[in-house]
């Protein structure tokens, strides 16, 4: 069984200070088997860790965390950066690039906008996700967990998790179960989740600086 971290930022996302050398070093330490860089809206972070990983066995899957009109949308194995818009075009550009994806933290609480339900009930069968991300290690309650589940299973999709790491030591907090290849487990729906928040209010908090500190920086350099 192979366990992988499906949700991890390096400093390319402009709300994290996590290093891609040593965000790869943790995770292996950790004792994943691979992991997905998904920064937000660009890939370059992912380029940076899978450059650097040198061992066959340590898979490094291209990701990205592209924003919708319907929320974030984890997209994996991703060949060429995937632009914002709207949710069905970029689920079009997701099957254009023989890609997966999964959305990311549905429920999302905290302050943040979730996604609507309905929307993806009326969707059509070849516009659905492949996957829900139902552990996510930065929900405030994990109610909101609960909730992604209960839709994964209603809509009959696989499941992902994931830390969402942004700093070093969340890396692998949350993790993806799943035999064989991952692409496949993800359109075979057969993939288990599981992990432990550590601190998640606080990392949210850091997180908001990190982004207000990089702004402000940009500004005067």
Not at 74 to 80: D, P
Not at 153 to 182: C, I, N, R, W, Y
């Amino acid at each position: 069984m192979k366990k992988y971290d499906l949700h991890l930022h390096t400093n390319c996302s402009k709300c994290s200070t996590d290093n891609p050398a040593k965000l790869l070093k943790r995770a292996k330490k950790k004792g994943l088997n691979g992991i997905a860089i998904t920064d937000h809206n660009q890939i370059r972070g992912a380029l940076k860790v899978a450059d650097l990983n040198t061992d066959p066995e340590f898979e490094v899957i291209i990701g990205e965390e592209v924003m919708t009109d319907q929320g974030e949308i984890l997209v994996y194995y991703v060949k060429e950066k995937i632009k914002p818009g709207k949710y069905e075009d970029v689920i079009r550009e997701v099957r254009k690039q023989g890609a997966v994806c999964s959305v990311a933290h549905p429920f999302t609480g905290g302050g943040r906008v979730g996604i609507d339900p309905d929307f993806f009930r009326k969707l059509p069968r070849k516009l659905l996700p492949d996957a829900i991300e139902t552990f996510n290690g930065r929900l405030l309650s994990n109610e909101a967990n609960k909730k992604a589940k209960k839709l994964a299973e209603e809509l009959g999709l696989a499941q992902t998790g994931g830390s969402d790491g942004h700093f070093f030591l969340e890396t692998g907090v949350g993790h993806t179960s799943f035999h064989g290849k991952l692409i496949d487990a993800l359109k075979n729906k057969k993939t288990s989740v599981s992990g432990k928040a550590k601190w998640p209010s606080l990392h949210r908090s850091l997180s908001r600086f990190v982004k207000f500190l990089k702004r402000v920086l940009k500004r005067v350099f």
